[in-house]
């Protein structure tokens, strides 16, 4: 996911134009276009919430023909072969159907979507990228999760653009 540095995911009027940073930071490293595609290509499976899916419609479709799987409650109709809507259990769908056929499943998707995997214990890493920025109000990341959650920093990346990524697995039990 990535947030502003106040943890908020999108502004009140849902945009991400503050997605792009003119900053530049001399000892950071750069991204490029290969690092993303090769990064992109170790997910096996997405999955991610309804707005989130609609969202990437509306931007224009990153996720390529991975296996999607979009958690709703609502009505939604697709013309993707690799997109499948959900509206069950969430310990079913991960431990019985996304574990034993996908290596890398990733979440993508809003506050509610990360509070439930992480409520749920069936989330093992917080990637978070942390962009240059403050908002000052719209939709927060982690949106009153509810219960203390230990992490264990396993890596952090800093951009040329001042964007900050920190990588952290959840400690367990």
């Known amino acids: 996911m990535v947030s502003s540095l106040d943890g908020f995911i999108a502004k009140k009027d849902e945009s991400v134009s503050w997605l792009q940073s003119t900053d530049s930071y001399e000892k950071g490293v750069t991204l490029t276009e290969e690092d993303v595609a090769e990064f992109l290509g170790t997910i096996d499976c997405y999955v991610m919430g309804s707005r989130t899916y609609e969202h990437a419609l509306e931007l224009g479709w990153p996720y390529g023909d991975v296996p999607v799987i979009v958690l709703t409650h609502r009505d939604l109709t697709t013309d993707?072969?690799?997109?499948?809507?959900?509206?069950?259990?969430?310990?079913?769908?991960?431990?019985?159907?996304?574990?034993?056929?996908?290596?890398?499943?990733?979440?993508?998707?809003?506050?509610?979507?990360?509070?439930?995997?992480?409520?749920?214990?069936?989330?093992?890493?917080?990637?978070?990228?942390?962009?240059?920025?403050?908002?000052?109000?719209?939709?927060?990341?982690?949106?009153?999760?509810?219960?203390?959650?230990?992490?264990?920093?396993?890596?952090?990346?800093?951009?040329?653009?001042?964007?900050?990524?920190?990588?952290y697995e959840i400690k367990k039990g």
């Open 80 to 167: 993707r072969e690799n997109v499948e809507f959900y509206s069950g259990d969430l310990n079913d769908l991960v431990n019985d159907r996304l574990k034993p056929n996908y290596r890398n499943i990733w979440m993508v998707g809003g506050s509610m979507l990360a509070r439930d995997f992480i409520r749920s214990n069936l989330a093992d890493d917080i990637i978070i990228s942390i962009m240059p920025v403050i908002l000052g109000d719209g939709t927060l990341f982690f949106d009153y999760i509810g219960q203390e959650q230990r992490l264990h920093l396993k890596d952090v990346t800093a951009y040329k653009d001042g964007m900050v990524e920190l990588w």
